[in-house]
């Protein structure tokens, strides 16, 4: 959309041309295929048959990040991983989103205290989309994760001029972009 | 065998350096010279009636006078199983950051080569003639031995912060970086005050933890 992002008027009609094409990448949010520890294994469940993630367009897990949209981040990031989290990030195209899964990422967890190798939070290395808490979380949980998030790219501006509301959104994009 | 028939057995090869057998303790163990570690392993591993076949766990455990290093070791032919213990002293006036040292057995047992490199990255514990001795967990920059018990807990790893309420990399200040922590080089003693999640009771740190009740 390059030459157009963020250019036209905010009015009616490129407001609904935005709704849809939000429709359609909120449909689309391709995760990557990637896990660190424990929680990967829960997400992994979220994946498969019965949870079947597919039903929200995001069943199809990316082997690489140059594919994907979506890096779930499941399970203790230490200080090796961290340089990977950090590098495969930068290696997902633009527009990316984060989803911080487990109390690991989302703030040190177990290791909060003791963890002498544990980053205390996934967004001390990359910015964060969702947070979601638990120590694994249940798969309900990944999921309303990941509904959060759907809601949250439908709502973003592709082709209206940001206003107030939608350049916040965009705001810490920018910065790391 | 039980334990009192195997001590009998390394007592009759006539080796040195081999201690009485602790049966008080609730995994009797024995102390072995660490000069005799390397034969007393091999006849333990060849001899038919031992046949331990497989060294299953290497650790160590820090205390106030030195470092215990312990060999579990087991037989799958004879379903019974011994603990060796070497034991080193730390001689006086060396600094927090000493590094005890004992052979390595990884060539009579293989599988002793990776329970040792961990006791070197968690504890610092050198072993000399191995095969591939570095670290095998943390990255090799790492500074310091994690579980020893005066270790510093660092707040950083190069760029990455490790502590809890640091900025996150991408809302920092370009112009005003944070500054890297300085490493230690290897063999200077450790000055940094000891942390307060030390176990020493000169730190001031936790209070010893009550004794237990029936445990001998
Ligand atoms: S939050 Fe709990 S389950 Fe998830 S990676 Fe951490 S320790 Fe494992």
């Not at chain 1, 359609?24 to 992994?44: D, H, L, N, Q, Y």
């Not at chain 2, 191995?130 to 994690?146: A, K, Q, S, T, V």
Request: charged share 25%.
């Amino acid at each position: 959309m390059g030459l157009l992002n963020n250019t036209l008027p905010d009015n009616k009609l490129v407001g609904a041309v935005d709704t849809a094409v939000g429709w359609g990448r909120k449909s689309s949010v391709w995760p990557m295929t990637f896990g660190i520890a424990c929680c990967a294994i829960e997400m992994m469940a979220v994946f498969a048959a019965t949870f079947d993630l597919d039903r929200f367009g995001a069943g199809i897990p990316r082997a690489t990040p140059r594919q994907s949209d979506l890096i779930i981040v499941p399970g203790t990031v230490n200080a090796k991983m961290a340089v990977r989290v950090r590098r495969l990030y930068d290696q997902m195209a633009e527009p990316r989103y984060v989803i911080a899964m487990g109390a690991c990422v989302c703030g040190g967890g177990p290791y909060v205290k003791w963890g002498y190798n544990t980053v205390k939070g996934v967004h001390k290395i990359i910015p964060v989309d969702i947070f979601v808490p638990g120590c694994p979380p249940r798969p309900e949980a990944l999921m309303d994760g990941i509904l959060k998030l759907r809601e949250k790219i439908g709502r973003e501006a592709v082709f209206a001029r940001r206003n107030e509301a939608n350049t916040q959104m965009n705001a810490k994009y920018d910065a790391v972009s | 065998m039980n334990e009192q028939q195997l001590h009998d057995k390394l007592r009759a090869t006539g080796l040195g350096g081999i201690g009485e057998l602790e049966s008080s303790a609730r995994d009797p163990f024995v102390v072995v010279e660490a000069s005799v570690l390397l034969e007393v392993m091999a006849f333990l591993r060849d001899d038919s009636e031992t046949a331990m076949e497989m060294l299953h766990n290497v650790t160590a455990v820090q205390r106030e006078t030195g470092f215990d290093v312990v060999y579990h070791l087991c037989s799958y032919s004879r379903h019974h199983s011994l603990t060796l213990k070497v034991i080193v002293a730390q001689p006086e006036g060396e600094a927090g950051d000493w590094e005890p040292a004992v052979p390595s057995v990884a060539s009579v047992y293989p599988s002793a080569n990776w329970h040792e490199r961990e006791q070197w990255d968690l504890l610092g514990v050198r072993f000399n003639d191995h095969p591939d001795f570095r670290r095998i967990i943390l990255p090799e920059e790492w500074i310091g031995h994690p579980l020893r018990k005066d270790y510093v807990y660092p707040s950083t790893f190069g760029e990455i912060p490790l502590e809890l309420d640091a900025i996150p990399l991408y809302e920092r200040d370009e112009n005003d970086p944070p500054k890297p922590s300085e490493p230690r080089p290897a063999g200077t003693p450790l000055t940094q005050p000891p942390s307060e999640y030390s176990t020493r009771p000169d730190a001031g740190g936790r209070a010893p933890a009550p004794e237990k009740k029936g445990e001998s």
